[in-house]
Nanobody
Framework: QVQLVESGGRLVQAGGSLRLSCAAS????????MAWFRQAPGKEREFVAA????????FYADSVKGRYTISRDNTKNTVSLQMNSLKPEDTAIYYC???????????????WGQGTQVTVSS
């Protein structure tokens, strides 16, 4: 089992920045690829970013490419999402997920956090 706890979500103005963190506990964190997904009201959960177990490769949704950066610290069992140039359409609950390999698909991830709310005002 891997337990994931997200933090850092809050209300921010458009154009602002926010950094989300996800703390992992349980099984060896460095064994897992990590990802962020988000779900806006009335919409399906969508992929945001992923990072391989070593941190050597990262993947982004087109909608956040160039604005978001995913990173991980295997010594601290954390994964972060730096979000810049935020837009109102970035408003969503952001979820951290862990899986055996990096993927754009939510079904590839076994463990999920409870989510943290990000609200971007115009």
């Amino acid at each position: 089992q891997v337990q994931l706890v997200e933090s850092g979500g809050r209300l921010v103005q458009a154009g602002g920045s926010l950094r989300l963190s996800c703390a992992a506990s349980g099984r060896t964190f460095s064994n897992y690829a990590m990802a962020w997904f988000r779900q806006a009201p009335g919409k399906e959960r969508e992929f945001v970013a992923a990072i391989t177990w070593s941190g050597g490769s990262t993947f982004y949704a087109d909608s956040v490419k160039g604005r978001y950066t995913i990173s991980r610290d295997n010594t601290k069992n954390t994964v972060s999402l730096q979000m810049n140039s935020l837009k109102p359409e970035d408003t969503a609950i952001y979820y951290c997920a862990a899986g055996d390999y990096g993927s754009y698909y939510s079904t590839s991830y076994t463990y999920w956090g409870q989510g943290t709310q990000v609200t971007v005002s115009s």
